[in-house]
């Protein structure tokens, strides 16, 4: 099993990059995990941010590789302790197909996105800066990974 993630927004500042790096390479062996980063919707004060989110949600839906497991990101999603997620990791595993997150732009997904969506996931109920959310995910996977292999890295 292979996991994309698919985030709106390009250019992330140096030190979410490095640490999103970082996780994804603690990950590599037990699911490698991949960014696509897509290109954000035109914003500004004659533009109409419904287009943009629209537009942005097209691409987000071009980059889905094949018939993925799509967990949108989403705060009105469903929230998980870090053991609830490693058994949630448990189940994707046994569902056979990759996995495919999916973090908005700041209006959120386009009705589209969260309709192609298998779940929706909230990582809680602070407002976390669209770039961040790519680090606290690739940590959170790692950590439940961690969990599942009987890994040290989680001491509750």
């Given at each position: 099993m292979k996991a994309r993630l698919v985030a709106v927004g390009e250019r992330a500042p140096h030190w979410v990059a490095e640490?999103?790096?970082?996780?994804?390479k603690r990950l590599s062996h037990?699911?490698?995990l991949e960014l696509v980063e897509v290109a954000p919707g035109l914003r500004g004060k004659q533009?109409?941010?419904?287009?943009?989110?629209?537009?942005?949600?097209?691409?987000?839906?071009?980059?889905?590789?094949?018939?993925p497991h799509v967990v949108v990101l989403d705060g009105r999603g469903?929230?998980?302790?870090?053991?609830?997620?490693a058994v949630r990791m448990e189940h994707w595993r046994g569902l056979g197909r990759d996995l495919a997150f999916l973090v908005?732009?700041?209006?959120?997904?386009?009705?589209?996105?969260?309709?192609?969506?298998?779940?929706q996931w909230?990582?809680?109920?602070?407002?976390?800066?669209?770039?961040?959310?790519?680090l606290v995910l690739a940590e959170?996977?790692?950590?439940?990974?961690?969990?599942?292999?009987?890994?040290p890295y989680h001491r509750a």
């Amino acid at each position: 099993m292979k996991a994309r993630l698919v985030a709106v927004g390009e250019r992330a500042p140096h030190w979410v990059a490095e640490g999103y790096a970082e996780y994804e390479k603690r990950l590599s062996h037990w699911l490698p995990l991949e960014l696509v980063e897509v290109a954000p919707g035109l914003r500004g004060k004659q533009r109409d941010t419904a287009r943009a989110t629209h537009d942005e949600g097209a691409r987000v839906l071009a980059a889905l590789p094949k018939n993925p497991h799509v967990v949108v990101l989403d705060g009105r999603g469903r929230q998980h302790s870090s053991e609830q997620l490693a058994v949630r990791m448990e189940h994707w595993r046994g569902l056979g197909r990759d996995l495919a997150f999916l973090v908005g732009g700041p209006e959120g997904h386009a009705a589209d996105v969260v309709a192609r969506a298998d779940e929706q996931w909230s990582l809680g109920p602070l407002t976390l800066p669209h770039m961040l959310v790519r680090l606290v995910l690739a940590e959170q996977l790692y950590r439940a990974c961690a969990l599942l292999a009987n890994h040290p890295y989680h001491r509750a």
